[in-house]
């Protein structure tokens, strides 16, 4: 009997996009690198977030400065006591790499930012119904001035979740139902279901699956207005809610960084 035919269709999964957030608490003295910092933008074709444009930036740079930090399972005292954090991303990795070495060097061994991020991969999970749900009318990235506040929250699954394979990882994100149709648990994508209208949001996903100790899984971010912000805490608190979403029991936290936008490096030290 002769073998059939076989198409070679794998879709690819490489990453599409870099990025990174560099978390610090500089002396004040470091207020005067700000011609620097823009000298670096500048020369890697970066724009500023704050100002975004149609959506987000393709080559991106950001400021945030510190507003608040609620800890969680995983420490991380350098995210947590944070002052500043500047977000950089661009579709290769290599300007991403530059501008993390280069402000590292410029502030100095007593400010060594701790460094978060990832890589944002073509969706894995996401068919037409789901991306028309979930992304058809997501919230795109608004100017500093119209959604001030931005959340970091980044998080590690635990060794229970990445010994199941991806069909039974992929049930935790759709709602179950009992054998009446009643629906037992939300999941991921009904929990989160009510920010879609008003968070923006980014997720970058560490190259490898699970991450080396030290470093997150998944880097979650999110933009929002002023009346948005209890709307995130809302989604937050439905997400965590295991009864409704029974994946967060192999989630752990990192710190929740919580800043607002700022046009400029000098910004951050105000």
Same mark, same amino acid.
């Given at each position: 009997?002769?073998?059939?035919?076989?198409? /070679?269709?794998?879709?690819?999964?490489?990453?599409?996009?870099?990025?990174?957030?560099?978390?610090? =608490?500089?002396?004040?003295?470091?207020?005067?690198?700000?011609?620097?910092?823009?000298?670096?933008?500048?020369?890697?074709?970066?724009? /500023?977030?704050?100002? @975004?444009?149609?959506?987000?930036?393709?080559?991106?740079?950001?400021?945030?400065?510190?507003?608040?930090?609620?800890?969680?399972?995983?420490?991380?005292?350098? $995210?947590?006591?944070?002052?500043? &954090?500047?977000? &950089?991303?661009?579709? !290769?990795?290599?300007? &991403?790499?530059? $501008?993390?070495?280069?402000?590292? %060097? $410029?502030?100095? @061994?007593?400010? =060594?930012?701790?460094?978060?991020?990832?890589?944002? %991969?073509?969706?894995?999970?996401?068919?037409? +119904?789901?991306?028309?749900?979930?992304? +058809?009318? %997501?919230?795109?990235?608004?100017?500093?001035?119209?959604? @001030?506040?931005?959340?970091?929250?980044?998080?590690?699954? *635990?060794?229970?979740?990445?010994?199941?394979?991806?069909?039974?990882?992929? *049930?935790?994100?759709?709602?179950?139902?009992?054998?009446?149709?009643?629906?037992?648990?939300?999941?991921?994508?009904?929990?989160?279901?009510?920010?879609? !209208?008003?968070?923006?949001?980014? *997720?970058?996903? /560490?190259? =490898?699956?699970?991450?080396?100790?030290? !470093?997150?899984?998944?880097?979650?971010?999110?933009?929002?207005?002023?009346? !948005?912000?209890? =709307?995130?805490?809302?989604?937050?608190? +439905?997400?965590?809610?295991?009864?409704? /979403?029974?994946?967060?029991?192999?989630?752990?936290?990192?710190?929740?960084?919580?800043?607002?936008?700022? +046009?400029?490096?000098?910004? $951050?030290?105000?």
């Amino acid at each position: 009997m002769t073998s059939p035919t076989t198409a /070679n269709d794998v879709r690819p999964s490489d990453p599409i996009r870099h990025g990174a957030y560099l978390c610090f =608490t500089a002396p004040r003295a470091a207020r005067e690198l700000g011609p620097a910092v823009r000298a670096l933008a500048d020369r890697l074709g970066l724009r /500023n977030e704050f100002e @975004p444009g149609a959506d987000h930036p393709r080559d991106a740079i950001a400021f945030l400065r510190r507003i608040e930090a609620t800890p969680a399972a995983i420490a991380d005292d350098d $995210l947590a006591r944070a002052a500043g &954090v500047v977000h &950089v991303a661009a579709p !290769a990795a290599g300007p &991403v790499d530059e $501008l993390c070495a280069e402000l590292t %060097r $410029l502030l100095g @061994p007593e400010a =060594t930012p701790r460094i978060v991020g990832g890589v944002v %991969r073509p969706m894995i999970y996401t068919g037409a +119904a789901m991306f028309n749900f979930s992304y +058809a009318h %997501r919230v795109l990235q608004q100017p500093g001035t119209a959604a @001030p506040h931005a959340f970091l929250v980044p998080m590690s699954k *635990t060794e229970a979740w990445w010994r199941k394979d991806w069909m039974e990882r992929h *049930t935790y994100f759709l709602p179950r139902y009992d054998d009446a149709g009643r629906m037992s648990h939300q999941g991921h994508a009904l929990a989160s279901a009510a920010g879609i !209208a008003s968070l923006m949001r980014r *997720t970058y996903k /560490n190259p =490898t699956e699970p991450a080396p100790a030290g !470093a997150y899984d998944f880097v979650t971010y999110f933009e929002c207005a002023d009346d !948005a912000v209890p =709307t995130f805490h809302e989604v937050c608190a +439905a997400l965590r809610d295991v009864a409704k /979403n029974p994946e967060w029991a192999f989630v752990r936290e990192g710190p929740t960084w919580h800043g607002r936008r700022v +046009a400029t490096w000098e910004e $951050l030290f105000d």
